[in-house]
């Protein structure tokens, strides 16, 4: 609790009584969200950070995208593409 004394200053200020005003309690926090909006809140903040290419490339080429569909999507080459999967580039000749 806190407590704040005003009143005059100076030579007659000890002979008056100083006024007494009592802070009033601050409103209670408000609740906090239900737990499913903190998720949509987390994963929308998630979905912002740009991931690691390789997650990237994985990830497209786990829902069965080709390499060159991969490629054109994340603007890198086929060759860049395959090195991010781990299979050997086709040889040029």
Known sequence: MTIAISGPAGAGAAAAAPAVEQAQ??????AP?????????????????????????????????????????LAISPSAVQSYLGTPAKASK
């Open 25 to 30: 309690p601050k409103a209670a926090a408000p």
């Open 33 to 73: 969200p239900a737990a499913t909006e903190d998720k949509v809140t987390i994963s929308a903040a998630a979905q912002e950070i740009p991931q690691p290419m390789s997650i990237q490339v994985r990830s497209l080429h786990n829902q069965g995208q080709s390499i060159s569909q991969i490629a054109t999507k």
